[in-house]
């Protein structure tokens, strides 16, 4: 069985009287991917911004390795080894693609209150662009390092999204809709990249694509109304008449 | 606070010759200028120091502060009460210490407002500055409205400051100096942080900036800043008073970033100038038969600040930009 | 301090802390419907004072001096908003400090173009001006208990108009959901001016109901403006009820504080404010 890297048991949060997610329980494994599928609505984005630490749970814990999470800030998520791409694009529109990953590789760096850190010049630290390089390689975006990201393609946004997540060198990996918005052929280049993350992160992937899905995932959980109503193999989830009725008999 | 489109931060070769040639202009004009008009050159070069600190704050990192006067005041208060009613103290020992008050003054009032985000940070800022006006306003044992006297100018030692070109280029020296240590800020790790806590403070949490930290640092550095800038109006004007915290005095501030341009400290420098120029030049205003127009300067001031925010929201240098129109000055450099 | 001058100073509190209850009740209502913040809202204050003496020489009746400045207020507040204020809903925090700053040193040398930098007095009403008496030995000026009885009736009507009208329930949906509010037929514009207007002329009022006892005089705004922020700060910006709370509780500390423990009582109340900062940064009460 793989090292389970992140594990959250009875994820709770409620808004007033609602609760978008209810008593949600996840595993992520390395060299797995977790897929999330559900309705609009069903919490998944939810459930994302609670294990990031976007938001703070109701009730449940989560573990990153040995470390318990739950009441942890998102930067502190960060450093733990946790990154989040976003189903929105959150990237700086006014920076370039480049300055947008170092800045993500930056982070690993970073102590404000240090002198040095005021006088030195960020361009050249070479550790700092080493991880950038890497990341912007692995993206596939090398070829548009000086384009302003605001100004990028919608396609090139959600690879820099990816690349900015990667720059931060995480152990598990949260992704929000990668694939929101894009064309076949990009659909099909962040397929392979995605592939190509597997072996040394954890995934969990929130994704409506359901072809993709089929294609990438190696569990399957179905959220509904903020509960999980099954989780487990694809082929099994397919089969399952609980699943079909809720959520894919409206599109299989 | 949304974050405003495309700051200038690298600047373009032409505004580099243009501040060359402004510094040695600067480093002239004692040769050439009266006595008066050398003692407001000086003044408007502590206010561009004044200006730039808080660019650091509004311009790089995007927290507007409606009380930076506060840390203004405090260094040249700190001068007021070091020096002897008898004797000058040596710069050596009270501009630290003035600065050293200043910057624990920002920390401790930074702690407290920089966990306030937008209009919150806005507000507190201004109420915090109040309450240290009204510290010394309200304080007859700290000079009170009055305000003190600082009878001598401090005694560097080696070079006389009570003489007044001697003055002057010293505060040339600060600000030459002020400007090519941000500068450098800019480009450092600290600075493109700062500026990415600006452009999309949630993603910089995201992805592993403690984003409280690093804005409580910037606070402070602006304070401490600011505080050079208090202490050597506190020097040159031989007066400290309540107003140079007050409210005014921390809008003002902000006028002179915005009127420049705001997030590469250049256009702090040529705000602060060019404020300053108009506020000479409405107060000079004559009067047009029966009407002072010099005594109501503050209805141009209020009227030029109107027209500024509705047709040149990115001051000066903007306008510039404008107008030379030339594509891609982008933020961020690369490699 | 006997059971009679805590009476006279706890009724002092609750009427200091209505009157910014009636200022901060519109710099809120106009920052959390339409996001602008407006540091000119000190200067209607002011105008309101400056309007009660004006209006009240001309037209010989306090009474009358308050109906038509009312009036005149909301017909500047509508002008103000069409004309300036409506191009910077969207625009940064930054730019509308500066545009409202900007409009104070133009509304104090408005002031002082129409009526001069003298200090003037507004006589309090003959209706109004007498003692009511508490004890044996002290008694409470009426005028007083008209002020609070004004502020409390406006507070009262406020509520009723955003809780219980269709205009209020208007209001509050254009708040939570521009877009969602116009595809259903609300004119968020005329919502907005509506707002604005109601918020000027609340200020306007306050500054108005003051004037006999606060005396009239220039720059008058600035010291109120900074408490009203104070009170939106620690009650919560958007909210009424939290503007409610913290200026009936910035009235308490004010007033006490300056009877109890003069040499700090400036600094009591952003003492309060830290504290509340400290505990809640985005005040007591959420929208």
Same mark, same amino acid.
Request: overall charge neutral.
């Given at each position: 069985?793989?090292?389970?890297?992140?594990?959250?048991?009875?994820?709770?949060?409620?808004?007033?009287?609602?609760?978008?997610?209810?008593?949600? /329980?996840?595993?992520?494994?390395?060299d797995?991917?977790?897929?999330?599928?559900?309705?609009?609505?069903?919490?998944?984005?939810?459930?994302a911004n609670?294990?990031?630490g976007d938001?703070?749970?109701?009730?449940?814990t989560i573990t990153? %390795?040995t470390?318990?999470?739950?009441?942890? /800030?998102?930067?502190?998520?960060?450093?733990r080894?946790?990154?989040?791409?976003?189903?929105?694009?959150?990237?700086?529109? /006014?920076?370039?693609?480049?300055?947008?990953?170092?800045?993500?590789?930056?982070?690993?760096?970073?102590?404000?209150?240090?002198?040095?850190?005021?006088?030195?010049?960020?361009?050249r630290?070479a550790?700092?662009?080493?991880?950038?390089?890497?990341?912007?390689?692995?993206? %596939?975006l090398?070829?548009?390092?000086?384009?302003?990201?605001?100004?990028?393609?919608?396609? #090139?946004?959600?690879?820099?999204e990816?690349?900015?997540?990667?720059?931060?060198?995480?152990?598990?990996l949260?992704?929000?809709?990668?694939?929101?918005?894009m064309?076949a052929? #990009?659909?099909?280049?962040?397929?392979a990249?995605?592939?190509?993350?597997?072996?040394?992160?954890?995934?969990?992937?929130? #994704?409506?694509?359901i072809?993709?899905?089929?294609?990438?995932?190696?569990?399957?959980?179905?959220?509904?109304?903020?509960?999980?109503i099954a /989780?487990?193999e694809?082929?099994?989830?397919?089969?399952?008449?609980?699943?079909?009725?809720?959520?894919?008999? #409206?599109n299989? | 606070?949304?974050?405003?489109?495309?700051?200038l931060?690298?600047? &373009?070769?032409?505004?580099?010759?243009?501040?060359?040639?402004?510094?040695?202009?600067?480093?002239?004009?004692? =040769?050439?200028?009266?006595?008066?008009?050398?003692?407001?050159?000086?003044?408007?070069?502590?206010?561009a120091?004044?200006?730039?600190?808080?660019?650091?704050?509004?311009?790089?990192?995007? =927290?507007?502060?409606?009380?930076?006067?506060?840390?203004?005041?405090?260094?040249?208060?700190? $001068?007021?009460?070091?020096?002897?009613?008898?004797?000058?103290?040596?710069?050596?020992?009270?501009?630290?210490?003035?600065l050293?008050?200043?910057?624990?003054?920002?920390?401790?009032?930074?702690?407290?407002?920089?966990?306030?985000?937008?209009?919150?940070?806005?507000?507190?800022?201004?109420?915090?500055?109040?309450m240290?006006?009204?510290?010394?306003?309200d304080?007859?044992?700290?000079?009170g409205?009055?305000?003190?006297?600082?009878?001598?100018?401090?005694?560097?030692?080696?070079?006389?400051?009570?003489?007044?070109?001697?003055f002057?280029?010293?505060?040339l020296?600060c600000?030459?100096?002020?400007?090519?240590f941000?500068?450098?800020? $800019?480009?450092?790790? !600290?600075?493109?942080?700062?500026?990415g806590i600006?452009?999309?403070?949630?993603?910089?949490?995201?992805?592993?900036?403690?984003?409280?930290?690093?804005?409580?640092?910037?606070?402070?550095?602006?304070g401490?800043?600011?505080?050079?800038?208090?202490?050597?109006?506190?020097?040159?004007?031989?007066?400290?008073?309540?107003?140079?915290?007050?409210f005014?005095?921390?809008?003002?501030?902000?006028?002179?970033?915005?009127?420049?341009?705001?997030?590469? !400290?250049?256009g702090?420098?040529?705000?602060?100038?060019?404020?300053?120029?108009?506020?000479?030049?409405f107060?000079?205003?004559?009067?047009?038969?029966?009407?002072?127009?010099?005594?109501?300067?503050q209805?141009?001031?209020?009227?030029?600040?109107?027209?500024?925010?509705?047709?040149? &929201?990115?001051?000066?240098?903007?306008?510039?930009?404008?107008?030379?129109?030339?594509?891609? =000055?982008?933020?961020?450099r690369?490699? | 301090?006997?059971?009679?001058?805590?009476?006279?100073?706890l009724?002092?509190?609750?009427?200091?802390?209505?009157?910014?209850?009636?200022l901060?009740?519109?710099?809120?209502?106009?920052?959390?419907?339409?996001?602008?913040?407006?540091?000119? @809202?000190?200067?209607?204050?002011?105008?309101?004072?400056?309007?009660?003496?004006?209006?009240?020489?001309?037209?010989?009746?306090?009474?009358?001096?308050i109906?038509?400045?009312t009036?005149?207020?909301?017909?500047?507040?509508?002008?103000?908003?069409?004309l300036l204020?409506?191009?910077?809903?969207?625009? +940064? @925090?930054?730019?509308?400090?500066?545009?409202?700053?900007?409009?104070?040193?133009?509304?104090?040398e408005?002031?002082?173009?129409?009526? *001069?930098? +003298?200090? @003037?007095?507004?006589?309090?009403?003959?209706?109004?001006?007498?003692?009511?008496?508490?004890t044996?030995?002290?008694s409470?000026?009426?005028?007083?208990?008209?002020?609070?009885?004004?502020?409390?009736?406006?507070?009262?009507?406020?509520?009723?108009?955003?809780?219980?009208?269709?205009?209020?329930?208007?209001?509050?949906?254009g708040?939570?959901?521009?877009?969602?509010?116009?595809?259903?037929?609300?004119?968020?514009?005329?919502? @907005?001016?509506?707002?604005?207007a109601?918020?000027?002329?609340?200020?306007?009022?306050?500054?108005?109901?003051?004037?006999?006892?606060?005396s009239?005089?220039?720059?008058? *705004?600035?010291?109120?403006?900074?408490?009203?922020?104070?009170v939106?700060?620690?009650?919560?910006?958007?909210?009424?009820?939290?503007?409610?709370?913290?200026a009936?509780?910035v009235g308490?500390?004010d007033?006490? *504080?300056k009877?109890?423990?003069?040499?700090?009582? *400036?600094?009591?109340?952003?003492?309060?404010?830290?504290?509340?900062?400290?505990?809640?940064?985005?005040?007591l009460?959420?929208?």
């Amino acid at each position: 069985m793989a090292d389970v890297l992140l594990s959250a048991r009875g994820l709770t949060k409620t808004f007033g009287g609602l609760a978008a997610v209810n008593g949600v /329980s996840i595993d992520l494994w390395r060299d797995r991917i977790h897929a999330v599928i559900g309705p609009n609505g069903a919490g998944k984005s939810t459930l994302a911004n609670l294990l990031s630490g976007d938001l703070p749970p109701t009730a449940g814990t989560i573990t990153l %390795g040995t470390h318990d999470i739950t009441r942890a /800030s998102p930067e502190q998520i960060s450093r733990r080894g946790l990154g989040r791409s976003y189903q929105k694009t959150n990237i700086f529109p /006014s920076f370039t693609v480049w300055e947008n990953v170092r800045l993500a590789a930056q982070s690993r760096a970073t102590l404000p209150w240090n002198p040095l850190r005021w006088l030195r010049r960020a361009a050249r630290d070479a550790a700092v662009n080493e991880r950038a390089e890497a990341a912007l390689e692995l993206a %596939g975006l090398a070829g548009r390092r000086h384009a302003v990201a605001g100004a990028a393609s919608h396609g #090139e946004q959600r690879q820099l999204e990816i690349a900015m997540t990667l720059a931060t060198d995480p152990r598990v990996l949260l992704l929000d809709e990668p694939l929101a918005g894009m064309g076949a052929a #990009e659909a099909e280049r962040m397929v392979a990249l995605l592939l190509r993350l597997k072996p040394r992160h954890a995934m969990m992937l929130v #994704e409506h694509d359901i072809d993709a899905i089929f294609a990438l995932a190696d569990h399957l959980t179905v959220m509904v109304n903020g509960a999980v109503i099954a /989780s487990g193999e694809p082929a099994a989830i397919r089969a399952d008449a609980a699943v079909q009725a809720a959520y894919l008999g #409206e599109n299989a | 606070m949304s974050a405003p489109a495309t700051h200038l931060e690298a600047l &373009p070769r032409s505004l580099q010759a243009l501040l060359a040639l402004g510094l040695i202009a600067l480093a002239l004009f004692p =040769l050439v200028g009266s006595d008066f008009h050398q003692q407001m050159v000086t003044r408007m070069m502590i206010l561009a120091i004044f200006a730039m600190s808080l660019d650091l704050l509004q311009g790089v990192t995007g =927290l507007v502060s409606l009380g930076h006067a506060a840390f203004f005041g405090i260094a040249g208060y700190a $001068l007021a009460f070091l020096t002897p009613a008898d004797a000058p103290a040596s710069l050596w020992w009270t501009l630290p210490a003035a600065l050293l008050a200043s910057g624990a003054a920002a920390l401790v009032i930074g702690f407290l407002v920089v966990r306030t985000k937008g209009i919150y940070f806005i507000m507190a800022t201004m109420a915090f500055a109040q309450m240290v006006f009204y510290l010394f306003f309200d304080n007859r044992a700290l000079g009170g409205s009055d305000g003190l006297y600082i009878n001598f100018r401090p005694d560097a030692g080696l070079f006389d400051l009570e003489d007044k070109r001697v003055f002057y280029y010293f505060t040339l020296a600060c600000l030459a100096g002020v400007y090519a240590f941000l500068r450098r800020v $800019l480009w450092s790790p !600290f600075g493109r942080a700062l500026a990415g806590i600006r452009v999309n403070e949630h993603r910089m949490r995201a992805i592993g900036f403690g984003s409280f930290g690093h804005k409580l640092a910037a606070f402070t550095l602006a304070g401490t800043l600011a505080g050079l800038a208090g202490y050597l109006w506190g020097a040159q004007t031989g007066f400290v008073n309540p107003e140079l915290m007050g409210f005014h005095m921390s809008a003002h501030a902000i006028m002179m970033v915005i009127l420049g341009g705001m997030g590469n !400290f250049a256009g702090a420098i040529v705000g602060a100038f060019a404020f300053e120029f108009m506020l000479e030049l409405f107060k000079d205003l004559p009067a047009f038969g029966g009407f002072d127009a010099g005594k109501h300067w503050q209805l141009w001031m209020g009227l030029f600040i109107v027209a500024v925010i509705c047709f040149a &929201p990115r001051g000066l240098l903007g306008l510039l930009q404008r107008l030379a129109s030339r594509p891609g =000055l982008r933020e961020g450099r690369d490699g | 301090m006997d059971l009679a001058n805590v009476l006279i100073q706890l009724l002092n509190s609750v009427q200091y802390g209505l009157l910014l209850f009636m200022l901060a009740a519109g710099l809120t209502l106009i920052f959390g419907i339409m996001g602008v913040v407006n540091l000119a @809202h000190g200067s209607f204050y002011m105008l309101g004072a400056y309007l009660a003496y004006a209006l009240s020489s001309r037209l010989g009746s306090f009474a009358w001096a308050i109906v038509v400045g009312t009036a005149l207020s909301v017909v500047f507040g509508l002008a103000l908003e069409r004309l300036l204020f409506r191009r910077f809903y969207q625009r +940064d @925090h930054l730019d509308q400090v500066l545009l409202t700053f900007g409009l104070i040193y133009v509304f104090e040398e408005g002031r002082s173009l129409l009526w *001069g930098d +003298d200090v @003037h007095g507004v006589a309090i009403p003959p209706l109004l001006d007498g003692s009511l008496p508490l004890t044996d030995t002290l008694s409470y000026p009426v005028y007083r208990l008209f002020m609070m009885g004004v502020c409390v009736a406006l507070a009262v009507g406020l509520y009723l108009l955003i809780g219980r009208t269709r205009l209020g329930m208007k209001i509050r949906a254009g708040a939570f959901n521009r877009e969602m509010a116009e595809s259903l037929g609300v004119n968020i514009r005329l919502i @907005h001016a509506v707002v604005f207007a109601i918020g000027v002329a609340l200020a306007t009022l306050a500054g108005m109901i003051a004037a006999p006892v606060s005396s009239v005089y220039p720059n008058m *705004g600035a010291p109120v403006l900074i408490m009203c922020f104070v009170v939106v700060v620690i009650g919560g910006i958007g909210s009424v009820r939290g503007a409610l709370i913290a200026a009936l509780l910035v009235g308490l500390v004010d007033t006490f *504080g300056k009877v109890l423990l003069p040499q700090v009582a *400036g600094m009591l109340v952003y003492v309060l404010m830290a504290a509340v900062l400290l505990w809640k940064p985005e005040g007591l009460f959420k929208s």
